[in-house]
């Protein structure tokens, strides 16, 4: 019953922007971290960026550190994904993801108990 579902994908123009949005319901908004991950054709998933549920703490990849914003608004049980100064190399599949286990912020993908179903960003130059 737990479950994720993230929206906001589309293309953009390299140097745009979008917002992801990740909706959590049946237990995955208590998750300890919620993550988003990313996956290119033919490479591996990686992870963009996690923020703890009840303190607001963040991690980032170092290639999106000072582009992307991970934030949340826990009334409404929603986690966004702010993508700034997008280039053609954030071109993926983006995945929204709840950790319900670490008591730490982890940034591996077989950490995370439940998963979306991905928005796709494109971004062309």
């Known amino acids: 019953q737990a479950q994720v579902v993230e929206s906001g994908g589309g293309l953009v123009q390299a140097g745009g922007s979008l917002r992801l949005v990740c909706a959590a319901s049946g237990g995955a908004e208590i998750s300890y971290a919620m993550g988003w991950f990313r996956q290119a054709p033919g490479k591996e998933r990686e992870f963009v960026a996690a923020?703890?549920?009840?303190?607001?703490?963040?991690y980032y990849a170092a290639s999106v550190k000072d582009r992307f914003t991970i934030s949340r608004d826990n009334a409404k049980k929603v986690v966004y994904l702010q993508m700034n100064n997008l280039t053609p190399g954030d071109t993926a599949v983006y995945y929204c993801a709840g950790d319900t286990y670490h008591h730490s912020i982890v940034t591996v993908a077989t950490a995370y108990d439940y998963w979306g179903q991905g928005t796709q960003v494109t971004v062309s130059s």
């Open positions: 923020i703890n549920w009840s303190d607001r703490s963040t």
